[in-house]
């Protein structure tokens, strides 16, 4: 009869516990917290203080602040140098750290093509596109040059006549810019003359002072001096005219210049960053390009909206490479 009983008593034992585990299996599982940066944010420009880059860099600092978007300080810190080598380096000594970003121009991958850089868009991890801008050639205003023809019929007869003021390196967006636009013209690119700045305002600096011929920008790095009549606009690599004071600047392709160029900007983060790190910054990018503040800035800089999330941005700067590879090669400036 004992035994009988210590049977039973092992059975609804056995049986309590099994309805138990049941039950907790049932039961909802706490929520994983979503990924965020927990010490801080930092920013690296690949350009010194006041370049395109840093300007862009600064401009989602104050959207990360003003709107609340993180919780934690965020910084910027310039490391100008070799076309973004030095930047990104930097970037990817803090691997799978998605306290880490940085603003990516179309050096990224032309740079490399060109063996100028190490680091293209796969040694890194790219989380979105922002926008594309458009180049700028500006001379002093008592330049014997008048317009982008002048500019061209000059080059043409001696390609070494006149001296460029380009940012951020060799291979980078200033430098291709100029190169496709005076091949397509017939100048003889192998024979310009190129002088390289860390940044846009020191190309800035030197077509003020007078020691080079032209300065090639982004149309926002040189509107404040066009408008207060310091420098005058030779041509912009736009497909038609822009708007406000550049209205009256005319596209290459009006000066007889079959090429439009436009340089990409991007956020990308270090190597090895996890989904979760790359879908959280994706979706603050994505409310900051929504904001008025940021649609003015477009306006304001003469900046092409063309916001991409991340697997439509590698796409794109695959599409990029292999589209910039062979117009370089052809053009003498690939690896």
């Known amino acids: 009869m004992l035994t009988e009983i210590?049977?039973?008593?092992?059975?609804?034992?056995?049986?309590?516990?099994?309805?138990?585990?049941l039950a907790v299996g049932f039961?909802?599982?706490?929520a994983t917290a979503q990924w965020k940066p927990q010490k801080g944010v930092e920013i690296v420009?690949?350009?010194?203080?006041?370049?395109a880059n840093d300007v862009i860099a600064r401009a989602i600092q104050r959207y990360l602040q003003q709107h609340k978007l993180v919780a934690v300080p965020v910084t910027v810190t310039n490391r100008p140098g070799a076309g973004g080598v030095l930047a990104w380096t930097y970037l990817n000594q803090h691997a799978g750290d998605g306290g880490f970003l940085?603003?990516?121009?179309?050096?990224?991958?032309?740079?490399?093509?060109?063996?100028a850089s190490p680091i293209t868009y796969t040694d890194v991890t790219p989380i979105a596109q922002l926008f594309n801008e458009y180049v700028a050639y500006s001379v002093r205003p008592e330049s014997g040059l008048k317009s982008g023809g002048d500019l061209v019929q000059q080059l043409k007869g001696d390609p070494g006549s006149a001296s460029f003021a380009v940012a951020a390196a060799l291979g980078g967006a200033n430098h291709i810019a100029t190169a496709l636009a005076m091949r397509t013209a017939g100048v003889d690119v192998r024979k310009m003359k190129f002088v390289v700045f860390n940044?846009?305002?020191q190309s800035t600096a030197a077509i003020l002072g007078g020691h080079v011929d032209v300065a090639v920008t982004p149309v926002?790095?040189?509107?404040?001096?066009?408008?207060?009549?310091?420098?005058?606009?030779?041509?912009?690599?736009?497909?038609?005219?822009?708007?406000?004071?550049?209205s009256a600047v005319p596209t290459l392709k009006e000066q007889g210049v079959d090429t439009v160029f436009s340089s990409f900007r991007g956020v990308i983060g270090p190597k090895g960053l996890s989904r979760e790190q790359v879908a959280y910054w994706e979706d603050v990018l994505r409310k900051i390009v929504q904001t008025d503040e940021w649609k003015q800035d477009l306006e304001k800089n003469y900046w092409e909206a063309g916001f991409m999330g991340s697997a439509e941005a590698m796409k794109y700067l695959k599409s990029q490479?292999?589209?910039?590879?062979?117009?370089?090669?052809?053009l003498g400036l690939a690896k």
């Open 6 to 21: 210590v049977n039973k008593f092992k059975y609804l034992s056995s049986f309590l516990l099994s309805a138990a585990v």
């Open 27 to 30: 039961l909802p599982l706490p």
């Open 321 to 330: 490479y292999d589209q910039y590879r062979p117009v370089l090669a052809d």
């Open 45 to 51: 420009a690949m350009s010194g203080p006041g370049g």
């Open 199 to 201: 940044a846009g305002p």
């Open 102 to 115: 940085s603003v990516s121009p179309i050096n990224l991958i032309t740079e490399h093509i060109a063996g």
């Open 220 to 246: 926002s790095g040189i509107a404040p001096h066009f408008q207060a009549g310091r420098l005058r606009v030779l041509a912009v690599t736009a497909p038609q005219r822009l708007h406000g004071a550049f």
